[in-house]
């Protein structure tokens, strides 16, 4: 049952809570980062696959263990030895290219899901990674809650009325005030200049609100309001980490090409060599 629009808060922030033991896990450093990620990832991933293949219960668990290897394959290069970036990539296409063949449509979302999957197994294991997901964990949540409030506040012109009809341009202009607002307080740490954490928390903003309106795109598509309803007043996992899905595969290439440094601050100690 959909909950009336006066409880819709409450449930929200009921269902947020949820969230707390994974978010624990996660900063924690070490072996529980990674098994934070990995339930994250396994949730998304069982999500997409009853998703796009309701009807055929094998073909869901192959499309959930191919995009779940995802999340592997992107710390494979610390894991075993001998394995580069390049060849982690290659496995990673093909990977994409079995689950595409297995479906054969979706491939733009299949894509930005397993490259999703694939950035945050590789952040986390890179020095600062943690601190750096959560900051821009930060950014998409301030995002989300400023396009409600002022979604609802504002009302007006729809910003994609035939894929999302809730959502307004004055919601999302308040979620991009929003997530810069709430990152710039980070200037404290003296991680990144203010131009940078401004420019940062506009363009997370707006990246995860188009990751939001694809995952929308994907379920007006399949005809279902939520990915589960696992999560009361949220939907389901992948419907609260849509706005990931456009921001990490962004994020781990910014990284990889040097073009964002990563915090001087390490809550990873695992250690596989």
Known sequence: MVPAPSHELKYR??????????????????????????????????????????????????????????????MITFIVEGISMSEAVGLLAISYLAV????????????????????????????????????????????????????????GAKLAPHISPSKTWSGSCGGVVAAVFIILPVIALEIYPV????????????????GDLIESHLKRRLGVKDSSRLIPGHGGVLDRFDGYLTVLPVLSVLVAADLVGLPDIDLNIMSFR
């Open 195 to 210: 131009v940078t954490l401004i420019v940062g928390g506009a363009v997370i903003a707006v990246l995860s609100q188009i």
């Open 100 to 155: 595409f063949i297995i479906i054969k449509q979706f491939g733009f979302i299949l894509f930005l899901l397993m490259a999703c999957l694939f950035s945050l197994g590789y952040l986390i294991n890179m020095p600062g990674g943690v601190i750096l997901i959560l900051l821009v964990a930060l950014a998409i949540s301030a995002s989300d809650i400023g396009a409600y409030f002022s979604g609802r506040l504002i009302g």
């Open 13 to 74: 922030i009921l269902g947020s809570l949820l969230f707390l033991p994974i978010l624990i896990l996660f900063s924690s450093g070490g072996m529980l980062t990674m098994l934070g990620g990995g339930l994250l990832s396994a949730g998304i991933s069982y999500e997409f696959s009853t998703l796009v293949g309701r009807k055929d219960g094998g073909q869901r668990h192959i499309i959930g263990s191919l995009a779940f290897t995802s999340y592997l394959l992107g």
